[in-house]
């Protein structure tokens, strides 16, 4: 008899879906003027705008305890053309993916 919670073997794919819980701004209009290091430019600032189902306080209840935040993110204007497995690194010279 097979157990159908046995996977070992096998390979699947998971789908996730997220919610978006705000937008986040920051001075750089262009990708190309983003520093690709943070210390380049200490000065600039970014913002985040929760969406009106969100309570900031607590989504950010206990943040002041840490030195970093990672915030997930998704270039949501750069997504017309779809998809796509490879890139052209702008730094590269952008011709060679």
Not at 36 to 61: E, H, L, M, V
Not at 74 to 81: D, L
Not at 82 to 97: F, H, Q, Y
Request: proline content about 7%; aromatic content about 10%; some cysteine.
């Amino acid at each position: 008899m097979t157990n159908p919670n046995n996977n070992m073997g096998k390979k699947s794919i998971s789908i996730f879906e997220f919610r978006s819980i705000g937008i986040m701004t920051t001075p750089f209009k262009q990708k190309f003027g983003i520093p690709r290091q943070s210390q380049s430019i200490s000065t600039a600032t970014g913002t985040i705008q929760f969406s009106p189902d969100i309570n900031p306080t607590n989504a950010c209840r206990g943040l002041e305890a840490f030195s970093h935040l990672w915030i997930s993110f998704i270039f949501h204007e750069n997504i017309q053309g779809g998809w796509k497995d490879t890139v052209r690194p702008p730094r590269l010279g952008g011709n060679e993916k």
